[in-house]
């Protein structure tokens, strides 16, 4: 069975790197660092390397590595860290709502109504403070609360 790796290794070096980077990506998947993206880049050059170059193995595991450590080392500094709560949740819509404009669509009453943001319409409440729009006047969304309720002000 050694014999038929080896022989498999030295013969078509090609596609264990390929295989090698494959095995990288698929446990990229799951944890999504982005660490394990560079190993995988990293044996696919050596693969698409040797079908160029005749290397001997023992220079190919030195590239590998050192195409993985200066691939690592650069990839991290040009890619920046995104901290995990970082920004709005781009799979709820109303909490990427503030800061946007809209039109209200319908009277203020005891500070409750509805606007027009974003293609859609929501419900919406007045900043504390705020005199009560007329329908069809320009406001900005301050927050959002839970529910999708939109916290408006004039604009």
């Known amino acids: 069975m050694l014999q038929t790796l080896d022989t498999l290794y030295l013969t078509h070096p090609f596609w264990v790197w390929l295989a090698v ?16 993206l560079w190993p995988a880049a990293s044996a696919g ?6 079908l160029w170059l005749n290397i001997a193995w023992p220079y190919q595991l030195i590239v590998f590595a050192a195409l993985t450590i200066v691939s690592t080392i650069v990839g991290r ?4 860290r ?22 209200t669509t319908a009277p203020f009453d005891a500070g409750q109504g509805r606007g027009f943001v974003d293609g859609a319409e929501w419900m ?13 006047a320009r406001v900005e969304v301050v927050a959002v609360q839970g ?7 004039g604009a």
């Open 21 to 36: 980077g494959a095995i990288f990506l698929a446990a990229e998947v799951p944890t999504a660092s982005g660490y394990l």
């Open 77 to 80: 500094r040009l890619m920046p």
């Open 82 to 103: 995104r901290a995990p709560n970082e920004g709005p949740d781009i799979s709820n819509r109303g909490s990427r709502l503030a800061g946007r404009f809209g039109k």
């Open 45 to 50: 050059a050596v693969a698409v390397l040797t």
């Open 147 to 153: 529910g999708g309720r939109l916290v408006v002000r």
């Open 124 to 136: 919406a409440e007045l900043e504390t403070g705020q005199t009560p729009p007329e329908p069809g």
